[in-house]
């Protein structure tokens, strides 16, 4: 099992930017999917985007589209999201993912979403 260490995590100014890392233990990005979560005070957990292994398609969901973007290096075993723009209402601890699993799970049944998962970093967003 891969692991995940992320970095890039902080405090903010209402329309600044930050933008995440999550290196791998391993070269595995070629064989399963990645994805970004985030988890707000007092909130579920919820899907932020992924990225398809099998045609690199991206999906993002609609509070973070046009404003966040998924990415990786798969020679440095790393993968990103930049956050631009960001809002008051992004404040989360953001964790970066690894999984099998179609990406349509990450929005549909995150839950579902267990094969790998970084420490989590602290995004705080002031107004």
């Known amino acids: 099992e891969v692991q995940l260490v992320e970095s890039g995590g902080g405090l903010v100014q209402a329309g600044g930017s930050l933008r995440l890392s999550c290196a791998a233990s391993?070269?595995?990005?070629?064989?399963?999917?990645i994805a970004w979560f985030r988890q707000a005070p007092g909130k579920e957990r919820e899907g932020v985007s992924c990225?398809?292994?099998?045609?690199?398609?991206?999906y993002y969901a609609d509070s973070v589209k046009g404003r966040f973007t998924i990415s990786k290096d798969n020679a440095k075993n790393t993968m990103y999201l930049q956050m631009n723009s960001l809002k008051p209402e992004d404040t989360a601890v953001y964790y970066c993912?690894?999984?099998?699993?179609?990406?349509?799970?990450?929005?549909?049944?995150?839950?579902?979403?267990?094969?790998?998962w970084g420490q989590g970093s602290q995004v705080t967003v002031s107004s």
């Open positions: 993912a690894a999984d099998p699993s179609d990406c349509t799970v990450v929005f549909e049944a995150p839950y579902l979403w267990d094969y790998s």
């Open positions: 391993v070269f595995t990005f070629n064989g399963i999917n």
């Open positions: 990225m398809s292994n099998m045609d690199g398609k991206t």
